[in-house]
């Protein structure tokens, strides 16, 4: 579960939100704590027990595997290696086009 310490909750589905001020310990389920602010002990507090933190403004890598695209990004990379394909084409098909390595 995706854990998020700030002072302006969302409503994000499976998203546990909680405010900076009320950090009562490190919720055991969380598997991924974003901290938007200034709270140096709730970082140590996850830090201590394994469990990754971030400030939420990383950007993740992009994938570079064809077959765990998604539809967007496999499409640019059909196209950018000179495969073509239909544009209504579902994931599944998009992906039998990707050669064999």
């Given at each position: 579960?995706?854990?998020?310490?700030?002072?302006?909750?969302?409503?994000?589905?499976?998203?546990?939100?909680?405010?900076?001020?009320?950090?009562?310990?490190?919720?055991?389920?969380?598997?991924?704590?974003?901290?938007?602010?200034?709270?140096?002990?709730?970082?140590?507090?996850?830090?201590?027990?394994?469990?990754?933190?971030?400030?939420?403004?990383?950007?993740?890598?992009?994938?570079?595997?064809?077959?765990?695209?998604?539809?967007?990004?496999?499409?640019?990379?059909?196209?950018?290696?000179?495969?073509?394909?239909?544009?209504s084409a579902k994931k599944e098909d998009l992906q039998a086009l990707v050669p064999a390595e």
């Amino acid at each position: 579960m995706k854990v998020i310490y700030t002072d302006k909750p969302g409503k994000e589905r499976g998203v546990c939100y909680r405010l900076l001020s009320e950090f009562f310990g490190v919720i055991g389920s969380a598997t991924e704590v974003v901290v938007d602010g200034d709270a140096q002990d709730i970082v140590d507090a996850y830090q201590a027990v394994g469990i990754k933190v971030s400030d939420g403004n990383e950007q993740e890598a992009p994938e570079t595997d064809p077959l765990k695209m998604k539809v967007p990004q496999l499409k640019e990379w059909l196209t950018e290696k000179g495969i073509t394909f239909d544009p209504s084409a579902k994931k599944e098909d998009l992906q039998a086009l990707v050669p064999a390595e």
